[in-house]
């Protein structure tokens, strides 16, 4: 089993910053890779950024510039630094993994909502 946490989210004014974690934790034999991914209400969930345990790196063109995704292979854990802030970002971002444990798995962090205000 492989569980999500994430923390982070919250309200903040257009222009301003926020910094996601997400932790994983479970039966871990090592993970491929870790991505954030957000939904806005009425859209589908669309990729933000992914990082690779090697450390290759891949942005939505729309956060390229202002977001930063980083990770801790020591501690399972992926970051996702946000700047500037726009009121378009404003989202349920959810932390995404792909590990091995008994077999290939791909698992969902619960969500954090990301609200930006004009």
């Known amino acids: 089993q492989v569980q999500l946490v994430e923390s982070g989210g919250g309200l903040v004014q257009a222009g301003g910053s926020l910094r996601l974690s997400c932790s994983a934790s479970?039966?871990?034999?090592?993970?491929?890779?870790m991505g954030w991914y957000r939904q806005a209400p009425g859209k589908q969930r669309e990729l933000v950024a992914k990082?690779?345990?090697?450390?290759?790196?891949n942005y939505a063109d729309s956060v390229k510039g202002r977001f930063t995704i980083s990770g801790d292979n020591a501690k399972n854990q992926v970051y996702l630094q946000m700047n500037s802030l726009k009121p378009e970002d404003t989202a349920v971002y959810y932390c995404?993994?792909?590990?091995?444990?008994?077999?290939?798995?791909?698992?969902w962090g619960q969500g954090t909502q990301v609200s930006v205000s004009s």
């Open positions: 995404n993994v792909v590990a091995v444990s008994g077999g290939l798995r791909s698992r």
């Open positions: 479970g039966s871990i034999s090592s993970i491929l890779a």
């Open positions: 990082i690779t345990s090697g450390g290759s790196t």
